[in-house]
Nanobody, 129 residues
Framework: QVQLAESGGGSVQSGGSLKLSCKIS???????????VGWFRQGPGKEREAVAR???????RYSDDVKGRFTISQDAAKTSLYLQMNGLKNDDTAMYFC????????????????????WGQGTQVTVSS
């Protein structure tokens, strides 16, 4: 079992910044082992989409929509996950979820929700003009 809990969402004006946090815990999560964790989002009337991911060795991958604006990172203990969001746009409005792949496995080549098995409850980000 892996538990994830997001925080840091809120309302911000277009062009602003927010930093999301996600606490990772649970008996199956091993910070020293291979793993893949990431952020997804789901906007109103949209499907859940990948945003950014990172593995134990800090290799990252971003969706084209957020590349250059968002930065994913972890703390030294690798039990917290962050998403720094700069240059926010109205289209970034969504519920943001952190997620974990199967512990002990590296990130799959395909960056999609189907390869993440543990999810947080989400934190709402609203961007307005």
């Amino acid at each position: 079992q892996v538990q994830l809990a997001e925080s840091g969402g809120g309302s911000v004006q277009s062009g602003g910044s927010l930093k999301l946090s996600c606490k990772i815990s649970g008996p199956r999560f091993r910070p020293e082992g291979p793993y893949c964790v990431g952020w997804f989002r789901q906007g109103p009337g949209k499907e859940r989409e990948a945003v950014a991911r990172i593995d134990r060795d800090a290799f990252t991958r971003y969706s084209d929509d957020v590349k250059g604006r968002f930065t994913i990172s972890q703390d030294a203990a690798k039990t917290s996950l962050y998403l720094q969001m700069n240059g926010l746009k109205n289209d970034d409005t969504a519920m943001y979820f952190c997620a974990s792949g199967e512990p002990g496995l590296w990130c799959h080549d395909r960056f999609s929700a189907g390869h993440f098995y543990y999810w947080g409850q989400g934190t709402q980000v609203t961007v307005s003009s």
